[in-house]
């Protein structure tokens, strides 16, 4: 079956745009995370959704945001994009739930890579 | 808040085995997991350890100890192909509900 799929995979912006990224999970999974990962920060929760409702949130400022859609499809947005928000973001994929089958097992995408001039 | 102690790198020969600490300080816990990522790639999930012991699956095998907030990767019988990122993860409470919150990360690098 076909895994998670972030698009797009590169992108170049200039501070003060805004940006969004797009993640389809692997058919079935109904929880999305995002994550963003940064040379030595290891990868920072963003936000996890679960049937268009967002669970959690990360401590990231109010830029961030993001959606599930009906689909279970999910987007993030940065808004006002400043130098610190170049990175690889990550979304993941997970069956609800507990247990080795449910949310500890993360799916990940091959993420997007956004770099801010 | 939530934190994860692991060594930032660590390096073996081929053949060899290697452990891979993990510490962590979270207001709860459900599960400690542990992820590879080669360079340019997404991370993969390894192995999941919810109660005390051992967890092996083929070279890798995966420890916990809850009472000391502990867990380890092991790897034996390296082989160059391990050279990649190594992150430990908990599932512990986070606002409403639960996240997934990682370590830095452990580099290993294994030469020949």
């Known amino acids: 079956k076909a895994g998670v799929t972030q698009t797009p995979r590169y992108l170049i912006k200039t501070r003060g745009q805004q940006v969004t990224l797009s993640c389809s999970p692997i058919?079935?999974?109904?929880?999305v995370s995002w994550y963003q990962q940064t040379p030595g920060q290891g990868l920072q929760f963003l936000f996890e959704?679960?049937?268009?409702?967002?669970?959690n949130k990360g401590n990231f400022p109010g830029r961030f945001s993001g959606r599930q859609f009906s689909n279970s499809r999910s987007e993030m947005n940065v808004s006002t994009l400043e130098l610190g928000d170049s990175a690889l973001y990550l979304c993941a994929s997970s069956l609800a739930g507990t247990g080795l089958s449910g949310a500890n097992v993360l799916t990940f995408g091959a993420g997007s890579r956004l770099t801010v001039l | 808040g939530q934190s994860l102690e692991q060594p930032s790198e660590v390096t073996a020969v081929e053949g060899a085995i290697v452990q891979i600490n993990c510490t962590y300080q979270?207001?709860?816990?459900?599960?400690l997991s542990w992820y590879q990522q080669h360079d340019g790639g997404a991370p993969t999930f390894l192995s999941y350890n919810a109660l005390d012991g051992l967890e092996e699956t083929g070279r890798f095998s995966s420890f916990l100890s809850r009472s000391d907030s502990y867990g380890y990767l092991l790897l034996q019988e390296l082989q160059m192909k391990d050279s990649a990122s190594y992150f430990c993860?908990?599932?512990?409470?986070?606002?409403?509900?639960?996240?997934?919150?990682f370590g830095k990360g452990t580099t290993l690098s294994v030469s020949s």
């Open positions: 979270t207001s709860g816990f459900y599960g």
């Open positions: 993860a908990v599932r512990a409470p986070y606002q409403a509900g639960t996240a997934l919150i």
């Open positions: 058919s079935g999974h109904r929880s």
């Open positions: 959704y679960f049937s268009e409702t967002q669970r």
